[in-house]
């Protein structure tokens, strides 16, 4: 059995390379994620927002990273390309080598734009 904080890295790894198919290896089922940018039930689906948000944060200065059994903790300063950086605390819980629950909190006024109509 992996350690759950080599999964959430190599997860959080092949996102910062945009290696989507990499990332979906990490995610198992049943999966569910709760944060700033939506619900999802569906990995693919939630992967999928992710590209989107993927364009708008230029960079993640992780502050913490620690693991708790199968429960992982990630806070971070997600920077924006418009210059505003923001505390994002990241819960992923694992089962069988695999993420199958992400709940992230954040202030979701640095996005807002990412959800503006057009």
């Not at 198992?28 to 944060?35: A, E, H, I, M, N």
């Not at 990995?43 to 708008?56: H, I, T, W």
């Not at 992780?62 to 505003?84: E, I, N, Q």
């Amino acid at each position: 059995m992996a350690r759950p904080v080599e999964t959430v890295q190599a997860f959080l790894g092949a996102l910062h390379r945009e290696d989507f198919p990499s990332a979906r290896q990490c995610l198992g089922g049943p999966f569910s994620f709760v944060g700033w940018f939506g619900q999802f039930d569906d990995p693919d689906r939630y992967l999928e927002a992710l590209r989107k948000v993927r364009g708008f944060i230029v960079k993640a200065d992780v502050h913490k990273l620690f693991a708790d059994g199968p429960d992982v903790c990630l806070l971070y300063d997600a920077h924006t390309r418009r210059g505003d950086v923001t505390l994002v605390a990241g819960w992923f819980k694992l089962s069988d080598d695999k993420i199958t629950s992400i709940r992230v909190v954040c202030d979701p006024k640095p996005f807002a734009e990412l959800w503006a109509a057009p």
